[in-house]
């Protein structure tokens, strides 16, 4: 490649930011039908990041802790003969973004140290607007710009809260049943059981990417929306009307709690049968963060109890959900109070093209002088 010599440093251990954008022969058949099936100009339109940053002479470097490389991703390392740095080493990120041009970051924490001693730096790019990790004050005083694109990926999970609850509250599987066995020939007018939000107190375990959207459309439906979170956020408290409670006080006490933490080995079951115990009989649980972060065996034995009173589940301790389960024996009779996806709320591969390409879009704007967007 010719033109500007441009240093990217990439730090980021789960890949997001470079997903949507591998060569389109990079991708698995089964998605690229996918995504033609959708769009027949996909090709054009799922554009490499060879193509975005075309005209620039980049030098690639991107920094993963995980142990072994994503084999996708190959054809990628080859179009820029770049560096994969496998490590969790803060002191060698620290010293490669010395150098740098451009940070482009998903979900770590950058230490302010960095930013000061970075020599070069015009952008720090994060994937996602839960951009806690980034020390933007700092950047501030250096004369850094921070953006923070939105995760389409992570928007349609927060979609996908909302069809439950609202599937739950309005008992949609049991109007149809209503409807299609003719049962509202007598009863017209009006059906037993619907819920109305506004009457209703809405707990989010985590205040991250997925849970700010949701708190956001709880506000306009004027339900009472509480929170947890290792951090507390007054601007955001305050944006949405929310309440910080402890763990314990928002479980016991919420109509609905919707889980999203990130499973690591802190959190690991952190929602067992204690937790379970805590719900309102009443109450409806949601869960599309990851299905080990709950006591899946207790969460069964309550919802066949008559302990709690529904569940809706996108996520599962087994992937895919074996087919003797007993969430799935409930949901297989069509028992209203069990809903179950198959880990689908993200709705890739469209998402994961979406979210690459307006990050590095946002590069390229840089790039050309441009306004950047999505500044924090």
């Keep these: 490649m010719g033109g500007e010599r441009v240093k990217i440093v990439v730090w980021d251990s789960i890949g997001n930011t470079l997903l949507g954008v591998r060569p389109w022969e990079s991708w698995e058949s089964a998605v690229r039908e996918t995504l033609l099936r959708e769009n027949p100009a996909a090709e054009e339109v799922a554009l490499p990041l060879r193509m975005l940053l075309a005209g620039h002479d980049i030098d690639l470097t991107w920094f993963n802790s995980a142990d072994a490389p994503y084999a996708p991703f190959g054809p990628l390392y080859a179009d820029y003969a770049g560096s994969l740095h496998f490590t969790r080493s803060i002191e060698e990120i620290v010293a490669a973004i010395a150098e740098a041009d451009f940070l482009v970051m998903h979900k770590e924490r950058l230490p302010a140290s960095a930013v000061e001693r970075a020599r070069n730096l015009r952008l720090i790019q994060h994937l996602g607007q839960d951009c806690r990790g980034v020390p933007?004050?700092?950047?501030?005083?250096?004369?850094?710009?921070?953006?923070?694109?939105?995760?389409?990926?992570?928007?349609?999970?927060?979609?996908?809260?909302?069809?439950?609850?609202?599937?739950?509250?309005?008992?949609?599987?049991?109007?149809?049943?209503?409807?299609?066995?003719?049962?509202?020939?007598?009863?017209?007018?009006?059906?037993?059981?619907?819920?109305?939000?506004?009457?209703?107190?809405?707990?989010?375990?985590?205040?991250?990417?997925?849970?700010?959207?949701?708190?956001?459309?709880?506000?306009?439906?004027?339900?009472?929306?509480?929170?947890?979170?290792?951090?507390?956020?007054?601007?955001?408290?305050?944006?949405?009307?929310?309440?910080?409670?402890?763990?314990?006080?928002?479980?016991?006490?919420?109509?609905?709690?919707?889980?999203?933490?990130?499973?690591?080995?802190?959190?690991?079951?952190?929602?067992?049968?204690?937790?379970?115990?805590?719900?309102?009989?009443?109450?409806?649980?949601?869960?599309?963060?990851?299905?080990?972060?709950?006591?899946?065996?207790?969460?069964?034995?309550?919802?066949?109890?008559?302990?709690?009173?529904?569940?809706?589940?996108?996520?599962?301790?087994?992937?895919?959900?074996?087919?003797?389960?007993?969430?799935?024996?409930?949901?297989?009779?069509a028992d209203e109070r069990v809903t179950l996806t198959p880990h689908n709320a993200w709705q890739g591969p469209w998402t994961w093209v979406r979210d690459s390409q307006e990050l590095w879009l946002n590069v390229r704007r840089a790039l050309r002088g441009e306004a950047i967007q999505h500044l924090v």
Excluded: C
């Excluded at 059981?193 to 707990?203: A, E, H």
């Excluded at 802190?266 to 309102?280: D, V």
């Design 136 to 333: 933007v004050e700092t950047a501030r005083e250096r004369g850094i710009p921070v953006a923070a694109t939105p995760l389409v990926n992570y928007l349609t999970v927060a979609e996908q809260v909302w069809a439950y609850m609202l599937n739950w509250a309005k008992r949609l599987p049991a109007q149809r049943v209503h409807m299609t066995s003719r049962g509202y020939v007598d009863s017209w007018h009006g059906f037993p059981g619907t819920r109305y939000l506004g009457d209703l107190k809405l707990g989010l375990l985590g205040m991250g990417e997925i849970a700010r959207p949701i708190a956001k459309v709880a506000q306009a439906f004027g339900m009472r929306t509480r929170y947890w979170d290792i951090e507390r956020f007054p601007d955001l408290e305050e944006a949405f009307g929310m309440t910080f409670m402890t763990w314990d006080e928002l479980i016991a006490s919420s109509d609905v709690v919707s889980m999203h933490l990130a499973l690591n080995a802190q959190t690991e079951g952190i929602f067992g049968a204690r937790e379970i115990g805590l719900l309102k009989p009443s109450a409806l649980f949601i869960n599309t963060a990851r299905g080990k972060l709950v006591d899946q065996t207790a969460l069964s034995e309550a919802l066949a109890a008559h302990r709690i009173g529904a569940v809706a589940l996108d996520v599962f301790a087994a992937e895919p959900l074996p087919v003797d389960d007993p969430l799935l024996r409930l949901h297989d009779v």
